[in-house]
């Protein structure tokens, strides 16, 4: 046998060199994080270039590129064009209910337009996301949850960098009654309702320094956009202030079995231009939405399998399967829509600005739009709730940055600020005796996406080496001045109900990150460029 072995070895080393070579390695490629611009938001601005260093440490080419908010949501968003992305989800009350931010990781949510841009997948976790929507035993259904952020957190697909608390301002001299909501701060669809003002001046003025990424309802994908329009478009159901689901363009809302929903209408509700609201502008919207390529809403509409006029005044929805939150949720999300003008409309995603409608049937009447500049609203009085309405108007005032906003807070151009305020300028609004400040925490969170379908980010070992390599701590003791926490899920810890805090955390560790690269089977060069 040994006469054989080196015979066969003999003959071998007639085709092969003695020693084989080592394959060559090949650089990491380079990456780039695309942020907001240091006037937009100098929290994310900084907090890119934290990451950059600590990037570069380990060994990675890394570009930050600061983008106009509106372009960035383009790339991140329409065009899925990136590989790491500093962006927010805001805490509106909506998402309270965890079916949301669950579904930013949902594979099906990853096409274009939709609310996983990151294109994460994995099948064990869109079934939880199924069977997590049909549970209504509330206590099954949160293990459920707490179960899906346990199974997604080791792949960070998404990291939570921070939840920032919401500390905003309003003028105490001009209105009163200004209640801040969970989530949203001042910036709600109810303190226009509810303010009452002090003098004679009865139009609200809010500042902010972005506008609306769209007032197309079938186009926009932020926060900005909505929470103009939720002001001048009705929905069957709104949350109120204290986050419970109230009937609203529905008179009533009644659950026949788990899979048929019958919703009957108020009478008498108007459309801005005169016509009256009938079913058939609820059958059509939810059609209209389902039959289009706009995603933002694919997460509450996935259950609906049809919906019926069944009179001048009802509606029934017939949906696919079970939906524990589609009552309250869903229905609280999509603004009903005139069938008379939209129905002519075959490409509502093409829209051009000045073509877009502006019709609805809401509280607030849309008046002018001077983009990057100025927004106004008028208040409906033909609305069934104008009764509870103090102002005779809305006005947004948009800024440069957020130094221009809290400069005119100061000096009384505006009653209200719409975005938080930073953190050096929180100490100067309390000691304004004209300022009322406010400060709730948020549910909503400022992240980091990796684009999934890009190396090094398709591979989980990559991730979780870069995210163990950021100092979340630095930007929330340093960037927020203490103001927020370091995030963990998708589902914040302020809401506890449904947050699982027992789940795989990273904090900063750049040995650990180190040691996931060198376990993966990466190492470094000799001009210390990560290498594979």
Do not use: C
């Not at 609200?204 to 769209?214: A, C, H, M, T």
């Amino acid at each position: 046998m040994k006469t054989k072995a080196l015979r066969f070895g003999a003959a071998l080393a007639t085709v092969l060199p003695l020693s084989a070579p080592v394959l060559a390695q090949e650089r990491v490629p380079s990456v780039e994080i695309m942020t907001t611009t240091e006037a937009y938001d100098p929290i994310r601005y900084e907090g890119a270039f934290i990451v950059a260093e600590a990037w570069r440490e380990l060994g990675l080419d890394v570009t930050v590129s600061p983008l106009e908010f509106r372009t960035l949501l383009d790339r991140f968003y329409s065009e899925q064009d990136f590989d790491a992305v500093i962006l927010g989800w805001s805490g509106r009350v909506d998402r309270l209910d965890p079916q949301f931010f669950l579904g930013t990781l949902d594979g099906r949510q990853a096409g274009l337009g939709a609310n996983n841009p990151g294109g994460y997948q994995n099948p064990e976790y869109d079934e939880l996301y199924d069977a997590q929507s049909r549970e209504f035993d509330i206590e099954r259904r949160r293990d459920i949850v707490h179960e899906m952020q346990e199974l997604y957190m080791p792949d960070v697909p998404v990291v939570i960098l921070f939840h920032r608390d919401e500390v905003v301002a309003y003028n105490n001299t001009t209105f009163t009654n200004m209640n801040a909501m969970a989530g949203e701060g001042l910036y709600s669809e109810w303190v226009p309702m509810e303010a009452e003002p002090v003098g004679d001046r009865r139009t609200l003025r809010i500042g902010g320094p972005q506008e609306p990424d769209n007032v197309n309802p079938l186009a926009s994908t932020s926060v900005w956009g909505w929470k103009w329009m939720r002001l001048y478009y009705d929905r069957l159901v709104r949350l109120s202030p204290d986050v419970e689901p109230v009937p609203w363009a529905a008179e009533t809302v009644e659950a026949v079995d788990e899979v048929t929903i019958d919703v009957t209408l108020r009478e008498g509700m108007l459309w801005h231009d005169g016509e009256p609201m009938t079913a058939e502008d609820v059958a059509f919207t939810f059609d209209y939405y389902m039959a289009s390529e706009y995603s933002y809403f694919n997460s509450y509409l996935a259950p609906v399998a049809s919906v019926e006029a069944t009179g001048a005044l009802s509606v029934r929805f017939n949906l696919s399967e079970p939906s524990a939150p589609f009552a309250t949720i869903a229905l609280s999300q999509i603004p009903i829509l005139p069938k008379h003008i939209w129905e002519e409309i075959e490409n509502p995603g093409d829209l051009t600005p000045d073509q877009i409608p502006t019709v609805g049937s809401g509280p607030f009447v849309f008046d002018r739009y001077d983009r990057g500049e100025f927004m106004s609203l008028t208040t409906n009085r033909d609305h069934f709730h104008e009764g509870e309405i103090a102002v005779d108007g809305v006005e947004f005032v948009i800024y440069a940055d957020a130094e221009g906003v809290f400069t005119a807070l100061q000096t009384g151009q505006i009653d209200m600020t719409a975005w938080r305020m930073e953190p050096g300028q929180i100490p100067l609004a309390e000691g304004n005796d004209d300022l009322t400040v406010v400060s709730v925490p948020d549910f909503g969170y400022f992240h980091m996406t990796f684009n999934t379908r890009r190396a090094p980010f398709d591979d989980v070992a990559a991730r979780r080496a870069l995210t163990y390599a950021m100092d979340r701590g630095r930007m929330v003791n340093v960037l927020l001045d203490g103001r927020g926490e370091v995030g963990t899920t998708v589902i914040a810890p302020v809401n506890a109900f449904w947050h699982n805090p027992f789940v795989e955390r990273f904090d900063f560790d750049m040995d650990a990150a180190r040691q996931e690269l060198e376990n993966a089977g990466y190492s470094w060069d000799a001009e210390g460029r990560l290498v594979r």
